[in-house]
């Protein structure tokens, strides 16, 4: 079991795209929030939630055609709904990982986030690489 996990990051390039892509979007994000709020003036709430939503579709994008190399547009749309309800999980997993940590175990919040994002981060990647951009899953398996 524990060998079965570990081989999940035995592509060394695929983690290295991984990490890429997660760190353009989240430039875009910060970027994005920037712009929205300093040239913009849009209240810095919205400008989280737009930023959010535009930095969403970018690491999608650099995840599907760059980091997995899925280049099929069938399944796309279904990907896309796929990688956006994993995006409201990892929302709501980080919340909750920052609860338990923060609240539950008194650990300091920005160790806490940090570890948040390490959890967090394996269970997008593994979701990611295993099912939404395999294209062996079954869920989205190309009708032949």
Same mark, same amino acid.
């Given at each position: 079991?524990?060998?079965?996990?570990?081989?999940?990051?035995?592509?060394?390039?695929?983690?290295?795209?991984?990490?890429?892509?997660?760190?353009?979007?989240?430039?875009?994000?910060?970027?994005?929030?920037?712009?929205?709020?300093?040239?913009?003036?849009?209240?810095?709430?919205?400008?989280?939630?737009?930023?959010?939503?535009?930095?969403?579709?970018?690491?999608?994008?650099?995840?599907?055609?760059?980091?997995?190399?899925?280049?099929?547009l069938s399944r796309g749309h279904f990907?896309?709904?796929?990688?956006?309800?994993?995006?409201?999980?990892?929302?709501?997993?980080?919340?909750?990982?920052?609860?338990?940590f923060v609240e539950v175990f008194h650990?300091?919040?920005?160790?806490?986030?940090?570890?948040?994002?390490?959890?967090?981060?394996?269970?997008t990647f593994l979701t990611n690489k %295993?099912?939404?951009? %395999?294209?062996?899953?079954?869920?989205?398996? &190309?009708? &032949?």
């Amino acid at each position: 079991m524990i060998k079965l996990f570990f081989s999940q990051f035995s592509d060394v390039k695929m983690l290295i795209k991984y990490g890429i892509s997660g760190g353009i979007a989240a430039l875009v994000q910060i970027g994005t929030l920037i712009f929205l709020v300093e040239q913009v003036s849009m209240d810095h709430i919205s400008a989280v939630a737009l930023a959010f939503i535009i930095s969403a579709f970018v690491a999608f994008t650099f995840q599907k055609f760059w980091t997995f190399r899925d280049h099929s547009l069938s399944r796309g749309h279904f990907q896309m709904v796929s990688y956006l309800t994993l995006v409201t999980l990892a929302f709501f997993l980080t919340m909750f990982f920052m609860y338990l940590f923060v609240e539950v175990f008194h650990i300091w919040y920005v160790l806490a986030q940090i570890v948040t994002i390490g959890l967090v981060t394996i269970v997008t990647f593994l979701t990611n690489k %295993n099912i939404i951009f %395999n294209r062996q899953s079954v869920i989205f398996r &190309e009708k &032949e």
